[in-house]
């Protein structure tokens, strides 16, 4: 075999067989029968046409919605999820202050000794500020130096923090709130004033003869019976003075109100009333007026003139019970001993409120003369015209003190 590839004298290699076909080879072999050859492949491939019908073109155009909606979705969750966590970590949605003068009133409490922090935290707690560290960057700003009084502030709810501070270094604004409730006795409201105005009891105690400074009736032995309950708010700079002419003003006016202006009559309903009081619960109250009237008109029936009230003797014996000796029953050196004393005691043994002053004064007018409670529980209280029926009630109250032991003494 030669080297040489032009050597024509070189064995040829066959040419492969060619499929056989019904003409002559050559080109018009090509164009023979295109329809049962295979689809070419390659780049003829690429631009091959595919015949959609209308309900495919219509599915294909929905999944590709369905998948750009869900992607869109995922996106905005993925986002939404990372802007709540750098929030929470940065706080940057938190409401640091409120605008305006604020929404609801409210009254706020500043107590003797608290720091300017605890005041923030409170008023933040209690909704009047957004934000207790604005509150005081506000505060440190024109107040660096000043003390917020103690006392009670009429502010508002969502106040901003440059109002809530306005108004609580307004001296104007600034109180002593006392809460004086009902069956107290003068002793005792005179220490629930000391502790809310900050002023000594025995400041009190030098007024407690002087009715005259007050306008009170001189049959009144005392400020018993003047002392009204209720809430009161007096200036930082009252007085003890200021403070109880303030609670006789308060009681004058609900006599005023009932048509009370005469002294006795004064004497009278404030007396009555501050025993109704210590007797029965509110219901009761003109029932039992009427029937202390009914004792105290009628001296030669069963009562004998005798009001009877349990309460009265232990106020004369200076303690606070509805038990007491036989002796101490009899003992007609008590000034407010109304078993042993007929008619009404020297005074009043507290100071009653509205709806017992109302009571006193337009008493029911009933048969009764006796009442007794019951129940100490519930106040159930029962009434009678007679003495007799009076003990069967009286049986059923020790009946009860029996099942209750201790309640009764």
Same mark, same amino acid.
């Given at each position: ?24 080879? $050559?080109?018009?072999? %090509?164009?023979? =029968?295109? *329809? !049962? ?5 390659? /780049?003829?491939?690429?631009? +091959? ?101 103690? $006392?009670?502030?009429? %502010?508002?709810? =969502?106040? *901003? !923090? ?5 108004? /609580?270094?307004?001296?104007? +604004? ?8 009902q069956t107290l006795r003068m002793t005792e409201v005179f220490e629930i004033l000391s ?87 509110? =219901? ?82 009933t048969g009764y003369y006796f009442w007794v409670t019951v129940n100490l529980e519930t ?31």
């Amino acid at each position: 075999m030669s080297d040489d590839p032009y050597d024509q004298s070189a064995p040829r290699r066959p040419d492969p067989p060619r499929e056989p076909s019904g003409t002559a080879g $050559g080109l018009g072999s %090509l164009l023979d =029968e295109p *329809s !049962s050859r295979e689809p070419a492949h390659g /780049l003829r491939g690429v631009f +091959e046409h595919v015949e959609l019908t209308p309900e495919q073109i219509k599915r294909r155009m929905r999944r590709g919605r369905v998948s750009l909606t869900t992607a869109v979705a995922l996106f905005l969750l993925a986002a939404l999820i990372t802007v709540s966590v750098l929030a929470s970590t940065f706080g940057w949605f938190e409401v640091r202050d409120y605008g305006g003068e604020g929404k609801d009133p409210v009254t706020f409490s500043v107590s003797e000794g608290a720091t300017t922090g605890q005041i923030a935290v409170a008023l933040e707690q209690q909704g009047v500020v957004a934000d207790a560290g604005t509150f005081l960057e506000t505060y440190q700003e024109e107040h660096a130096e000043e003390f917020i009084q103690p $006392g009670q502030y009429e %502010l508002r709810t =969502e106040m *901003s !923090s440059e109002a809530a501070v306005d108004a /609580l270094m307004e001296e104007d +604004e600034a109180t002593h709130y006392a809460a004086v409730a009902q069956t107290l006795r003068m002793t005792e409201v005179f220490e629930i004033l000391s502790r809310s105005t900050g002023i000594p009891v025995s400041e009190f105690e030098a007024y407690e003869e002087d009715t005259e400074t007050f306008g009170i009736p001189d049959r009144f032995p005392t400020l018993e019976g003047w002392l009204h309950p209720g809430e009161y708010r007096f200036a930082l700079d009252a007085t003890a003075e200021d403070v109880l002419q303030a609670m006789v003003d308060r009681t004058r006016t609900t006599l005023e109100d009932n048509g009370v202006t005469e002294p006795d009559q004064q004497f009278e309903v404030l007396t009555i009333g501050s025993i109704i009081e210590f007797e029965v619960q509110p =219901e009761h109250y003109d029932i039992v007026a009427g029937a202390i009237e009914n004792r105290l008109e009628n001296p030669e029936g069963e009562t004998s003139g005798f009001i009877q009230s349990d309460a009265s003797v232990t106020y004369g014996l200076g303690r606070k019970s509805y038990d007491f000796s036989d002796e101490e029953r009899r003992d007609t050196s008590n000034p407010y001993n109304t078993f042993a004393n007929p008619g009404l005691p020297v005074g009043p043994i507290g100071s009653p409120g509205d709806a017992a002053i109302k009571a006193a004064a337009d008493p029911q007018d009933t048969g009764y003369y006796f009442w007794v409670t019951v129940n100490l529980e519930t106040g159930e209280t029962k009434f009678a015209e007679t003495y007799a029926e009076h003990l069967e009630n009286v049986e059923e109250y020790n009946q009860w003190c029996s099942e209750n032991e201790g309640r009764c003494g």
